[in-house]
């Protein structure tokens, strides 16, 4: 029996040395001095023993357990410094940089607009993207037969008795003058960033779903000369003053007369809004008095406006998400 507790201590000392972590440490000492260790059953059986033997192999199992002990807890400290040090952080090193994100370009051209035509006073209004076909249609001067319809292609979402109640995403941000209009009388001076929709074959220059920014300035004696000077100046801020501005005549159901904003762009002329004045028939369709007063309108297209800002060949480049893009921002 003394050989064995000999030999016990041995091996237990070797496996106390091998142990990698404080589990296996704790692992090791269970195994060896707990309750079903074969030093306890030892213990156990000394009573068994005559008096010289049991002195002899108590004392010896005694001793064997306390080894057993003081060793571990030698093990055991060394293992809680090992621990302590490996997680240890060196402040001085450089940290890593999180990612964050960033605005979009629409986002960027969006808010400069907003904040050149806030300073000529132009407050911000807002309207559903979801629009009834009454505000985006018969309203302005749009009637169910009108050919202007079919330009304006779009996606419906909900059929109802009439008009009033046919639900579509809207095609431009031109509800919200009569919105506006119904609710508010002149002078109005206001501005209306938002989505758009249209049921289009895309190409470079044509997207689905792209942004436009409404412009409605409603008083008594405005004229062309106050539309242009508006837009020249707005447009001049946000692209730069070397920019060549064309006003080209046009139509819309919706103001007369009617222009196209045209910018130069990579060797050809770019479109980048339509405008007018205000048609005497809108302002009669929403209770204004077309012999006091006189208005003019744009809807800027905000995608075509970043694309000439940053010379971006692709409209489409916009809403694939491609991060080698984005990024570039
Ligand atoms: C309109 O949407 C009129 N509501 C603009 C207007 C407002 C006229 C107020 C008069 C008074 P138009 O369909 O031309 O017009 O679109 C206006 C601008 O939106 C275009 O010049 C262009 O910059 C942009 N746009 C139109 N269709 C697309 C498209 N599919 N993809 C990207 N941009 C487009």
């Given at each position: 029996?003394?050989?064995?507790?000999?030999?016990?201590?041995?091996?237990?000392?070797?496996?106390?040395?091998?142990?990698?972590?404080?589990?296996?440490?704790?692992?090791?000492?269970?195994?060896?001095?707990?309750?079903?260790?074969?030093?306890?059953?030892?213990?156990?059986?000394?009573?068994?023993?005559?008096?010289?033997?049991?002195?002899?192999?108590?004392?010896?199992?005694?001793?064997?357990?306390?080894?057993?002990?003081?060793?571990?807890?030698?093990?055991?400290?060394?293992?809680?410094?090992?621990?302590?040090?490996?997680?240890?952080?060196?402040?001085?090193?450089?940290?890593?940089?999180?990612?964050?994100?960033?605005?979009?370009?629409?986002?960027?051209?969006?808010?400069?607009?907003?904040?050149?035509?806030?300073?000529?006073?132009?407050?911000?209004?807002?309207?559903?993207?979801?629009?009834?076909?009454?505000?985006?249609?018969?309203?302005?001067?749009?009637?169910?037969?009108?050919?202007?319809?079919?330009?304006?292609?779009?996606?419906?979402?909900?059929?109802?008795?009439?008009?009033?109640?046919?639900?579509?995403?809207?095609?431009?941000?031109?509800?919200v003058q009569i919105r506006y209009m119904l609710d508010n009388k002149p002078p109005i001076?206001?501005?209306?960033?938002?989505?758009?929709?249209?049921?289009?074959?895309?190409?470079?220059?044509?997207?689905?779903?792209?942004?436009?920014?409404?412009?409605?300035?409603?008083?008594?004696?405005?004229?062309?000369?106050?539309?242009?000077?508006?837009?020249?100046?707005?447009?001049?801020?946000?692209?730069?003053?070397?920019?060549?501005?064309?006003?080209?005549?046009?139509?819309?159901?919706?103001?007369?007369?009617?222009?196209?904003?045209?910018?130069?762009?990579?060797?050809?002329?770019?479109?980048?809004?339509?405008?007018?004045?205000?048609?005497?028939?809108v302002l009669r369709n929403v209770g204004i008095d077309p012999k006091i007063y006189s208005?003019?309108?744009?809807?800027?297209?905000?995608?075509?406006?970043?694309?000439?800002?940053?010379?971006?060949?692709?409209?489409?480049?916009?809403?694939?998400?491609?991060?080698?893009?984005?990024?570039?921002?």
């Amino acid at each position: 029996m003394e050989a064995e507790i000999k030999q016990i201590v041995e091996s237990v000392k070797l496996s106390i040395a091998k142990a990698k972590d404080l589990a296996s440490l704790t692992e090791v000492v269970v195994k060896s001095t707990g309750r079903k260790s074969r030093l306890t059953e030892i213990l156990r059986s000394i009573s068994e023993l005559n008096p010289d033997e049991r002195r002899q192999v108590g004392f010896l199992a005694n001793e064997a357990k306390v080894e057993i002990e003081r060793l571990a807890g030698e093990k055991q400290t060394e293992l809680e410094i090992k621990r302590a040090e490996s997680m240890h952080r060196d402040v001085t090193l450089p940290g890593i940089k999180p990612a964050v994100g960033h605005l979009s370009p629409i986002t960027i051209v969006m808010r400069e607009l907003i904040k050149v035509l806030a300073e000529l006073g132009f407050e911000i209004a807002e309207g559903p993207e979801a629009e009834l076909e009454l505000y985006n249609f018969d309203l302005l001067n749009i009637p169910a037969e009108h050919p202007a319809r079919d330009e304006w292609d779009t996606f419906w979402l909900k059929q109802g008795s009439d008009s009033r109640h046919n639900v579509l995403l809207r095609t431009h941000t031109s509800p919200v003058q009569i919105r506006y209009m119904l609710d508010n009388k002149p002078p109005i001076r206001i501005i209306s960033p938002g989505r758009t929709f249209r049921y289009e074959a895309e190409d470079a220059t044509h997207a689905a779903v792209f942004s436009q920014m409404e412009g409605l300035m409603v008083d008594k004696n405005l004229s062309v000369a106050n539309l242009k000077a508006v837009i020249t100046y707005f447009v001049k801020r946000v692209l730069g003053d070397e920019k060549i501005v064309r006003f080209r005549p046009s139509f819309f159901p919706f103001t007369e007369p009617s222009f196209e904003v045209d910018v130069w762009f990579n060797g050809k002329w770019l479109e980048l809004m339509g405008c007018g004045m205000v048609s005497p028939q809108v302002l009669r369709n929403v209770g204004i008095d077309p012999k006091i007063y006189s208005g003019f309108a744009f809807g800027v297209g905000i995608e075509r406006l970043t694309m000439l800002k940053y010379n971006i060949s692709d409209i489409r480049l916009f809403l694939n998400g491609d991060p080698r893009f984005a990024n570039q921002f």
